[in-house]
Nanobody, 120 residues
Framework: VQLQASGGGLVQAGGSLRLSCVVS????????MGWGRQVPGKERELVAT???????NVVPSENGRLTVSGDYAKRTVYLNLNSLIPEDTAVYSC???????????????WGKGTQVTVSS
């Protein structure tokens, strides 16, 4: 399973950014896709997920500023970051929960992160 994220960068406070991720998982059923965030000095946190039935979950503290969307047919997931503040500066990583066809154990997979830096 490979996850390729793009779209990070430097943005001014108040701005918006859209992160994209393509999940490559031949032979796997992808059950969830989403995004995690790691700020310096803290552990990575899963902040938004999208299930294959279109159920979305976003951590309550970011509800309204972060939205997740995607296309399971294309195994693509997006994270829209709005009204960015300097505290949103972090490494954002793509996430997928997937299970090999014919198996039952679901694995968690992470991609290399993309840096988002919000300047004040």
């Amino acid at each position: 399973v490979q996850l390729q994220a793009s779209g990070g960068g430097l943005v001014q406070a108040g701005g918006s950014l859209r992160l994209s991720c393509v999940v490559s998982a031949p032979g796997f059923k992808v059950e969830r896709m989403g995004w995690g965030r790691q700020v310096p000095g803290k552990e990575r946190e899963l902040v938004a997920t999208l299930r294959s039935d279109s159920t979305m979950n976003v951590v309550p503290s970011e509800n309204g500023r972060l939205t997740v969307s995607g296309d399971y047919a294309k195994r693509t997931v997006y994270l829209n970051l709005n009204s960015l503040i300097p505290e949103d500066t972090a490494v954002y990583s793509c996430y997928a929960a997937a299970v090999r066809y014919g198996r039952s154990n679901v694995g968690d997979y992470w991609g290399k992160g993309t840096q988002v830096t919000v300047s004040s």
